[in-house]
């Protein structure tokens, strides 16, 4: 069973739309959550962490965690094209240095 | 965030030859840095766990001895992957964190053997 799950995609969505993302995890110790941006060719770029039950905004961006569920996801609203890229959920494992597991991603592509 | 470096952002190298990449923290001191690998359409895999004045604690079926990593400074992780193989090729990333929980990413570097 994989420890952190993600749809692979692509998710489609017209420009000016909302785009959800979603992820799952195994790891009920889990205490940190994290969602990257990689664009192809790219190193990963954060763009939300989120630790705590509820919802988290910051500009266009909302993470969402769901503890309970062991879900967490990430809305991007007024999609750009400049969206497109590829998103990583990551979750930390409940050890001394604290790693993260990363999902497959999900690739988003926003259409002008 | 944090700013980490990496050294060089690609490399080709022959197959049997070591092969040596830099990761370096710019702003802050980092006790550890993680190295992660990524194959194409993949997702990243954490190698090893890089402390400061210590051996690295490496994931399970990574080879210590193939993936060396040496700590030696606050600012600086090295990788260096020894008698590379073509199946080495690989996309290498190291992360540091800064004290709080999030992870910040190098550029990578890009490793082709032939």
């Known amino acids: 069973q994989k420890e952190v799950e993600q749809n692979s995609g692509p998710l489609s969505v017209p420009e000016g739309a909302i785009a959800s993302l979603n992820c799952t995890y195994s790891?009920?110790?889990?205490?940190?959550f994290f969602w990257y941006r990689q664009y192809s060719g790219k190193s990963p770029e954060l763009i939300m962490s989120?630790?705590?039950?509820g919802d988290k905004e910051d500009g266009r961006f909302t993470a969402q965690l769901n503890k309970a569920s062991q879900y967490v996801s990430l809305l991007i609203r007024d999609s750009q094209p400049s969206d497109s890229a590829t998103y990583l959920c990551?979750?930390?494992?409940?050890?001394?240095?604290?790693?993260?597991?990363f999902g497959t991603g999900t690739r988003l592509l926003v259409s002008p | 965030g944090a700013v980490v470096s990496q050294h060089p952002s690609w490399v080709i190298c022959k197959s049997g030859t070591s092969v040596k990449i830099e990761c370096r923290s710019l702003d802050f001191q980092a006790t550890t840095m993680f190295w992660y690998r990524q194959f194409p359409k993949q997702s990243l895999m954490l190698m090893a766990t890089?402390?400061?004045?210590?051996?690295?604690?490496?994931e399970q079926g990574v080879e210590k001895d193939k993936f060396l990593i040496n700590h030696a400074s606050l600012t600086l992780s090295t990788l260096t992957v020894t008698s590379a193989h073509p199946e080495d090729s690989s996309f290498y990333i190291c992360?540091?964190?800064?004290?709080?929980?999030?992870?910040?990413f190098g550029p990578g570097t890009r490793l082709t053997v032939t």
């Open positions: 790891d009920r110790g889990s205490q940190s």
């Open positions: 990551a979750v930390s494992v409940n050890t001394g240095f604290q790693k993260l597991v």
């Open positions: 992360t540091t964190r800064t004290g709080g929980r999030e992870q910040y």
């Open positions: 989120i630790y705590s039950n």
């Open positions: 890089s402390n400061e004045g210590s051996k690295a604690t490496y």
